[in-house]
């Protein structure tokens, strides 16, 4: 019985220590991870932040992410290649010959899709042909993956990144203070929201007038104002690719703005009953925080259940 017990406390120890080891790995990758887009930029001048913003999205939307790459960052063979490159011969003076854009970062002699830093130095090669300041950059973005919604969040991602100097950003927050009373339950799918509409996309989080509302991620001010349905709204996208729609407010922070960066736990408005109706249309229903997500995956935009996420950032501001 002793030895059973013994037994069950080791295995239960081993699994904490590994978890934790784990979760200890993360900094050291950021570190490296950070390393390569410095030195990336100290070759080709484009700002680390764009590159990491880059691999950001890029992981973002990846499927099958690799666990031993830090790069995320898939060019298409062919591009890589070049089109007279059928074999995909790594030599880089084949590549060239063969119009692709694939660079040997590391001094090796290859150019190696795998090679976290041939993939990084020939991403930042590529943006420098149309040069290294911030509209050349957004240009090279669009040719290269000719969709707005993704240049326009690799340069949102990029801002959080310059803002705050760092890629290291998981911290969340939930959107209610918790000292202020609220309520909220799972709705995902509600045959009605307020309104009688369509299905309920979204969690309903219930306070009294004027409480404070916060941002719940890192990310960019994508809209401010009014729409018929959620009154005055404030849309938010993070570095996840996630687009927070917060809606039904009194109204917002003083100078609120389209492009302003927000950190979790900024205030950015106040709950109210606003919407059903032209500008101004209020107290059709109780006071509550309308709160969405969709999801970017690079190709479309989908709506997904917030409430999971809400409860984990509410423990997490609980556990502060
Ligand atoms: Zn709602």
């Known amino acids: 019985m002793f030895k059973k017990i013994i037994l069950i406390f080791c295995v239960i120890f081993t699994i904490f220590i590994s ?70 011969i790594t030599n880089t003076n084949i590549i060239q010959i063969s119009n692709g854009i694939g660079e040997d970062g590391n001094g090796d002699g290859l150019a190696d899709p795998t090679n976290d830093e041939d993939v990084l130095y020939s991403m930042a090669n590529y943006i420098k042909r149309y040069g290294v300041i911030e509209q050349d950059i957004k240009i090279a973005l669009w040719n290269y993956y000719k969709r707005a919604l993704t240049v326009q969040s690799i340069e949102q991602i990029a801002d959080v990144y310059k803002t705050f100097g760092t890629i290291n950003l998981e911290d969340s927050d939930f959107p209610i203070p918790l000292q202020h009373n609220y309520s909220y339950r799972s709705t995902w799918g509600d045959a009605r929201g307020f309104g009688g509409r369509r299905i309920h996309e979204g969690t309903d989080i219930f306070a009294n007038y004027g409480t404070p509302i916060k941002a719940s991620r890192y990310g960019v001010v994508e ?55 032209p500008p101004g249309t209020s107290g059709k229903f109780p006071p509550h925080l309308h709160y969405g997500m969709y999801k970017d995956n690079g190709y479309s935009e989908w709506a997904f259940d917030p409430y999971p996420y809400l409860k984990r950032w509410e423990q997490k501001a609980k556990n502060k």
């Open 223 to 277: 809209i401010v104002g009014w729409n018929r349905f959620g009154g005055w709204r404030i849309g938010i996208r993070d570095i996840y690719n996630n687009y927070h729609y917060y809606a039904h407010l009194n109204g917002f922070k003083d100078g609120l703005s389209v492009g302003d960066v927000v950190k979790p736990g900024d205030v950015i408005g106040s709950v109210g009953a606003s919407g059903y109706g």
């Open 19 to 88: 978890q934790a080891i784990a979760k200890e790995k993360e900094p050291q990758a950021h570190t490296d991870e950070m390393a390569l887009y410095k030195k990336t930029e100290a070759l080709t001048q484009i700002p680390w932040y764009y590159l990491a913003a880059i691999n950001q999205y890029e992981s973002n939307i990846e499927k099958n992410a690799s666990e031993n790459r830090l790069i995320s960052i898939n060019i298409p063979e062919k591009l890589w290649f070049g089109v007279s490159n059928p074999n995909h």
